[in-house]
């Protein structure tokens, strides 16, 4: 069994879709927090210089998205076909276009621009939530294909990121991704990995 460790700042945002994979599968993992004081002598040691990372065997990889699609084929959460396959990544591309316009409005720093990318979000949020919403109510309660996928797994894992980002529960008005929320904390490796975790706000 290759030894893995997940290498990030001390929360949970972008590597918690990879620690809830781990803790699906019941794989265990080192769970690296690194102070943020410390990230200027980390970052030149990372691939590409930005975490999250895994690290199987001593072997670094970056990339969060390409990390949870390739443990979600080693654990059985990647479609059964190539067209799901396809759907799965496009929902979760999907997932990151929603934290990408968050993400710009979150961390904008001139309050001029703030307000404008503020207008987007009230606008793009809502819909790519409505959106989101109906495709679960049409696959049986979950992103794709009737069953649960990394998709559903990252959507999950991300929403504490996003609702820090967006200052209120993204979800509130959506009843089959509150579901699909309820659903996968119950996963037990999930719900443990939950309950024992480092606290943190994001």
Same mark, same amino acid.
């Given at each position: 069994?290759?030894?893995?460790?997940?290498?990030?700042?001390?929360?949970?945002?972008?590597?918690?879709?990879?620690? =809830?994979?781990?803790?699906?599968?019941?794989?265990? =993992?080192?769970?690296?927090? =690194?102070?943020?004081?410390?990230?200027?002598?980390?970052?030149?040691?990372?691939?590409?210089?930005?975490?999250?990372?895994?690290?199987?065997?001593?072997?670094?990889?970056?990339?969060?998205?390409?990390?949870?699609?390739?443990?979600?084929?080693?654990?059985?959460?990647?479609?059964?076909?190539?067209?799901?396959?396809?759907?799965?990544?496009?929902?979760?591309?999907?997932?990151?276009?929603?934290?990408?316009?968050?993400?710009?409005?979150?961390?904008?720093?001139?309050?001029?621009?703030?307000?404008?990318?503020?207008?987007?979000?009230?606008?793009?949020?809502? =819909?790519?939530?409505?959106?989101?919403?109906?495709?679960?109510?049409?696959?049986?309660?979950?992103?794709?294909?009737?069953?649960?996928?990394?998709?559903?797994?990252?959507?999950?894992?991300?929403?504490?990121?996003?609702?820090?980002?967006?200052?209120?529960?993204?979800?509130?008005?959506?009843?089959?991704?509150?579901?699909?929320?309820?659903?996968?904390?119950?996963?037990?490796?999930?719900?443990?990995?939950?309950?024992?975790?480092?606290?943190?706000?994001?």
């Amino acid at each position: 069994m290759p030894t893995y460790k997940v290498i990030y700042f001390p929360v949970k945002a972008l590597a918690e879709p990879i620690r =809830f994979l781990f803790s699906y599968a019941g794989v265990e =993992f080192i769970d690296d927090r =690194f102070d943020r004081e410390k990230w200027p002598t980390i970052k030149p040691t990372m691939p590409f210089g930005q975490v999250p990372v895994l690290e199987v065997d001593g072997k670094k990889i970056n990339q969060s998205t390409a990390i949870c699609r390739y443990l979600a084929k080693q654990y059985g959460l990647a479609g059964k076909n190539d067209w799901e396959a396809l759907e799965i990544d496009a929902a979760v591309d999907t997932i990151h276009d929603v934290r990408a316009k968050l993400g710009a409005y979150h961390y904008e720093s001139n309050a001029e621009a703030k307000a404008q990318k503020l207008k987007v979000i009230e606008e793009v949020v809502p =819909f790519y939530i409505g959106r989101l919403n109906e495709q679960v109510k049409s696959n049986g309660g979950y992103l794709v294909g009737n069953a649960l996928s990394w998709a559903d797994i990252v959507f999950v894992a991300l929403l504490d990121y996003l609702n820090f980002m967006a200052k209120y529960d993204i979800i509130e008005n959506a009843e089959h991704l509150k579901a699909l929320k309820d659903k996968v904390l119950s996963e037990p490796g999930i719900k443990a990995w939950v309950e024992k975790r480092p606290q943190s706000e994001c």
